[in-house]
């Protein structure tokens, strides 16, 4: 029997950790506590609001979009009574890296047999895509990485018909996720899909094929959620994504301490000790558990960490993932969303890959939020200030100045592991580690770097450990 007394510490109140506390409390917990070091809710879920044409607005720096496959996000959704009916539309268009408007996926548009024929063979691809992960890769759906290395799965169903229920299984095949995503591709001669790919993965700043594991790729981009963006049948938020979990914060016993940093983590026989530091000073507090949600490569920074989570945690990577809201002159921005495809290789580090227009009534006159990576396993990074520059520079390419950046960050980024460190286990070493000292891990890294990923992450750890 759970002893639904116990006193669990949260650290983190994005995503994970509200959603995490969430579950908790429709288990029966009662006294668990949530600390965030900001003095807001969501994380990377952020959407502040800007005043245009005299009226306020939410814009995204964070999380923009969901799909019919964020069961997860959707039971947080329920839980603080929220719905995703209401968000602006996520229409868009290309360009090349001149700037120019072009029709990658348009048959009729600049026609030629060439492009047809290209056409036809991506088609048949994406068609063989579906078939084998369905198949050949059976399993390759659930939530979580647990097994997948030695070719087994384990975790909640990602699927549809059967969404969030438990399911394991064999499956020697799966092995092949490990491999980078360019690889996994050209394995199974599919290679021509990573054009459509590539556009909410890398662009999303989830880094490049040839250094990211498929398991990654395929977890998040499932074929289900990928026909759905190429239909644009999206899920957007009229007050934002940070909505999702400010409402459900709401709805907790014990909403999120805010403005309170987990500064150290002790764990001596039995206990948690959790030093936290708010507008008071210093103070420790005791528990039973500890959930952290927070970069667990950073950890070790303030916990008394062991060697064994040292070593797991030291192969931790992540993306340098930066963005900033643009204005323009009146009447001098864009329409639609861009997605510039040129941009979305490691060659072209620091380039602006997409900007995004959320608001269509607002037309030229909306900001847009501009993204890039600076990043690549095997490059090296581009500063942070020629990133800016080249960005504000490519925005001017496709006819839009930014007159000003009216928000501006660096993301701490889809944290994962390379390939090499996934065929070697590194998810069930972390797996065999939750629970050790009463500590467990939540947060992007179980899973995959998006909403869904992370709650579902939350859901599963709560249920089976809890
Ligand atoms: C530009 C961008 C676009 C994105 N687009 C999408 C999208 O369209 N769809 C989607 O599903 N996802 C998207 N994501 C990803 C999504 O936002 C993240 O996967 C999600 O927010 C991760 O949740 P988390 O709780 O694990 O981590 P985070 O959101 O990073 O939250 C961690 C929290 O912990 C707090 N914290 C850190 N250290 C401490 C400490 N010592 N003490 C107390 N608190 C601490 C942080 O302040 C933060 O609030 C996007 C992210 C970005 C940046």
């Known amino acids: 029997m759970p002893d639904l007394k116990e006193r669990i510490c949260i650290i983190g109140g994005g995503p994970a950790g509200i959603s995490a506390a969430m579950y908790l409390q ?169 054009k459509i790919w590539i556009g909410p993965y890398t662009s999303f700043g989830y880094g490049y094929f040839d250094e990211i594991p498929a398991a990654y790729v395929m977890k998040y981009l499932d074929t289900t959620t990928a026909i759905e963006f190429i239909n644009m049948r999206l899920w957007t938020w009229k007050d934002g994504t940070q909505s999702i979990y400010e409402a459900a914060n709401k709805k907790l016993l014990h909403p999120a301490k805010l403005n309170t940093e987990v500064v150290k983590v002790e764990r001596p026989e039995g206990k ?68 510039i495809f040129d941009n979305m290789t490691y060659q072209r580090l620091g380039h602006a890959m997409v900007y995004y227009h959320r608001w269509e009534d607002l037309g030229a006159n909306c900001p847009s939020t501009v993204y890039a990576l600076r990043n690549h396993m095997g490059s090296k990074d581009v500063p942070y200030d020629y990133t800016i520059n080249t960005m504000v520079k490519d925005m001017e390419l496709c006819g839009f100045p930014v007159e000003e950046r009216l928000y501006e960050q660096e993301t701490y980024y889809c944290p994962h592991v390379s390939p090499k460190d996934y065929a070697d286990g590194w998810y069930d070493k972390l797996e065999a580690m939750q629970g050790k000292q009463n500590t467990f891990y939540a947060g992007e890294i179980i899973s995959f770097g998006d909403m869904e990923d992370t709650c579902a992450a939350s859901k599963d750890l709560v249920e089976r450990f809890f």
């Not at 994406?126 to 087994?152: E, F, P, S, W």
């Not at 210093?282 to 070593?311: G, M, Q």
């Open 272 to 339: 948690v000790l959790v030093t936290i530091k708010d507008k008071d000073g210093e103070r420790t507090e005791e528990f039973d558990k500890l959930i952290v949600t927070t970069p667990l490569d950073y950890f070790a920074n303030y916990a008394d960490a062991r060697e064994e989570e040292k070593e797991l945690f030291s192969k931790i990577i992540h993306e340098k993932y930066v963005d900033f809201i643009a204005k323009f002159p009146a009447d001098k921005g864009p329409t639609i969303s861009g997605y």
């Open 26 to 194: 429709k288990k029966g917990y009662e006294n668990y506590v949530i600390y965030e070091k900001l003095n807001k809710i969501g994380g990377k879920s952020y959407s502040p609001k800007l005043k245009v044409n005299g009226e306020e607005r939410s814009f995204e720096t964070g999380a923009i979009m969901g799909a019919i496959t964020y069961h997860a996000v959707h039971e947080v959704e329920l839980f603080g009574g929220v719905g995703h009916d209401d968000g602006p539309n996520m229409r868009r268009m290309y360009r090349d890296s001149s700037g120019k408007e072009i029709f990658p996926f348009d048959i009729k548009k600049d026609f030629s047999v060439k492009k047809t024929l290209n056409l036809l063979k991506l088609k048949s691809q994406m068609k063989k895509l579906v078939k084998i992960m369905n198949t050949k890769y059976k399993g390759y759906d659930c939530y979580g990485h647990r097994g997948v290395a030695q070719g087994r799965y384990s975790g909640l169903s990602k699927e549809v018909g059967n969404a969030l229920e438990h399911i394991e299984g064999v499956n020697p095949n799966l092995k092949d996720l490990a491999l980078p995503f360019d690889q996994f591709c050209r394995l199974n001669g599919v290679e021509e899909v990573m």
